[in-house]
C-alpha cells in the first residue's frame, strides 16, 4: 500500500482522531479498531475456553513469546536481550535499582528528562550514595555541543549516562550514538529512556550503542497500557540483579537450600501473570506499525512537523519551544505564545475546540504530538483554535495542568 493511503488507513481506523482533533500520542496515544478488535477476539475466546483449558493456555504463552519477538522487531535488538515490562517507568527501575552502583559512583543525566526518569536517579542516590549530576540542555543546543558537554562531564567514575532519547519536554532527538561512544570510552553504560521512540522513529539497539533502552506501547505505539519491554545488552545481564522475580528467575532450586540463580537469563526480571488482553493488542499494534514501515511513519511525522511550523510561525506571539534543526526534530511539536499560561491553555483548546494536547509545566509551553493519523486539516484547525484563543483569551479552569 503507498504511503498517503497508508496514513489514510490509520485515519480511517482510528476513531479517536474523527471524534476529536487527537495531538496527544506522546502522553497515550488512540487505539486503532485492529487493536480493539484483537483484544474483544481474545476475550471472547476465554471467555468460551476459560484461561486455563490446555489449547487455550497454550495460545496464552505462544502470544507471550509472540510479544517479546515483536518488541524486539521495534527495539531493533536480538530476542534474547528483550525483557517484557509494564511500561518505561517500570524498565528504567528495573535497570537502577539492579545495577552495582555503589557510594562514590557517578550517575550523568540531563535537565530535559520525564520525572519517571528523575525521580527513580534520586532513589537510586539515596539506596547507594551515587553522585548524580544533571547536564543543562536546551533545545537550541546543537548536536555537537550537547556530545561536548557530555564529553566534559564524563570520567572514569561515571558508571552510568541516563537520558532521554526524545525529551518530553521539547521533543528534542538527542545524539544518542555519540554520546554512548563518549561515554563507553570512558568505561560508563548508557539507560535510554525510549517512551517517545516506539512506533515514532526506527531503532537498531546495536548502531545506537544503546546499554539499556526502555519503552513502553501506550504512546506512539497507540497500543494498550499497561505493557512495555526493556532491553539489556545480552552480556550485561549477569551484572543486573532482579529486585523481583518469579520462578522464571532460577535455573533450579529445591526446600533444602539448593538454589542456582539463572544470572543470564532475560526473563528473570519477570513476574506473574501477564494481562493476555493487553499482549493481543499490543502484538496487533506492533504488527500494523511494522506493517506501515518505521522508516516511513518518521518520514511522515516529519513532515507533519514541517507543516506546523510554516502554519504557527504566522501566529503572533508564538515562539517554538522544540528545535527546528533537522538533526533534531520529532513529531513532538511544543510552543510558547507571549503572554500566555500554557497549564491554561491546553485544557482550554480541548474544552473549546476539541483539540487533545497537552502543556510542559517545565517549558511553559502547549505541545503537539503529530502520527500519521494526523494530517494537514488537523494542524490547521490546532491553529486556527490557538488564535481563536488568543483572541477570546484565557478562562480560569480547575482542571489546568498536564499529567504524564
Known amino acids: 500500500m503507498e504511503s498517503s493511503k497508508r496514513w489514510d488507513w490509520h485515519r480511517e481506523h482510528t476513531p479517536a482522531a474523527r471524534e476529536s482533533v487527537y495531538l496527544n500520542a506522546g502522553w497515550s496515544g488512540p487505539m486503532t479498531d485492529v487493536v480493539s478488535?484483537?483484544?474483544?477476539a481474545y476475550l471472547d475466546a476465554e471467555l468460551m475456553a476459560g484461561p486455563t483449558r490446555r489449547d487455550h493456555f497454550?495460545?496464552?504463552?505462544?502470544?507471550?513469546?509472540?510479544?517479546?519477538?515483536?518488541?524486539?522487531?521495534?527495539?531493533?535488538?536480538?530476542?534474547?536481550?528483550?525483557?517484557?515490562t509494564s511500561n518505561t517507568t517500570d524498565g528504567l527501575n528495573v535497570v537502577l535499582s539492579g545495577l552495582p552502583l555503589n557510594e562514590g559512583d557517578r550517575v550523568l543525566s540531563t535537565t530535559i528528562e520525564h520525572p519517571s526518569g528523575t525521580v527513580p536517579l534520586y532513589w537510586t542516590r539515596e539506596r547507594a550514595a551515587t553522585e548524580v549530576e544533571w547536564l543543562k540542555l536546551t533545545a537550541e543546543d546543537s548536536n555537537a555541543a550537547i556530545v561536548d558537554r557530555f564529553a566534559s562531564?564524563?570520567?572514569?567514575?561515571?558508571?552510568?549516562?541516563?537520558l532521554s532519547h526524545i525529551s518530553f519536554a521539547t521533543g528534542q532527538l538527542l545524539p544518542l550514538r555519540e554520546i554512548a561512544e563518549?561515554?563507553?570510552r570512558a568505561g560508563a553504560q548508557v539507560l535510554v529512556d525510549g517512551a517517545q521512540t516506539a512506533g515514532h522513529l526506527p531503532l537498531d539497539m546495536e548502531a545506537m550503542g544503546a546499554d539499556f533502552y526502555a519503552i513502553p506501547m501506550h504512546k506512539w505505539m497507540c497500543g494498550p497500557s499497561g505493557l512495555g519491554a526493556l532491553y539489556i545488552r545480552p552480556e550485561l545481564i549477569p551484572m543486573v540483579q532482579p529486585q523481583r522475580t518469579?520462578?522464571?528467575?532460577?535455573?533450579?532450586?529445591?526446600?533444602?537450600?539448593?538454589?542456582v540463580p539463572a544470572h543470564a537469563d532475560i526473563k528473570k526480571f519477570e513476574t506473574g501473570t501477564l494481562s493476555t488482553v493487553s499482549v493481543a493488542g499490543a502484538?496487533?499494534?506492533?504488527?500494523q506499525y511494522l506493517e506501515s514501515g518505521p522508516e516511513a511513519v518518521f518520514n511522515r511525522v516529519i513532515e507533519l512537523t514541517r507543516h506546523a511550523e510554516t502554519r504557527f510561525a504566522k501566529i503572533p506571539g508564538f515562539e517554538l519551544a522544540s528545535p527546528a534543526r533537522e538533526e533534531a526534530r520529532t513529531g513532538l511539536f511544543?510552543?510558547?505564545?507571549?503572554?500566555?499560561?500554557?497549564?491554561l491553555a491546553a485544557p482550554q483548546l480541548q474544552r473549546n475546540h476539541r483539540i487533545v494536547c497537552r502543556s510542559v509545566r517545565t517549558e511553559n509551553a502547549i505541545r503537539l504530538s503529530l502520527?500519521?493519523?494526523?494530517?494537514?486539516a488537523d494542524i490547521e484547525a490546532a491553529a486556527a483554535a490557538v488564535e481563536a484563543l488568543l483572541r477570546d483569551g484565557l478562562e480560569e479552569s480547575p482542571d489546568a495542568g498536564p499529567a504524564d
Open 334 to 343: 511544543a510552543f510558547r505564545l507571549d503572554g500566555i499560561d500554557a497549564l
Open 246 to 259: 518469579s520462578g522464571r528467575g532460577a535455573e533450579s532450586w529445591d526446600y533444602e537450600g539448593g538454589f
Open 371 to 376: 502520527h500519521v493519523y494526523n494530517n494537514e
Open 58 to 84: 497454550d495460545k496464552r504463552v505462544a502470544m507471550r513469546e509472540a510479544y517479546r519477538e515483536n518488541a524486539a522487531k521495534v527495539l531493533g535488538a536480538p530476542v534474547d536481550g528483550v525483557t517484557i
Open 182 to 184: 563518549v561515554a563507553h
Open 283 to 287: 502484538n496487533a499494534a506492533i504488527e
Open 153 to 162: 562531564r564524563i570520567d572514569r567514575r561515571t558508571r552510568l549516562v541516563l
Open 37 to 40: 478488535g484483537a483484544m474483544h
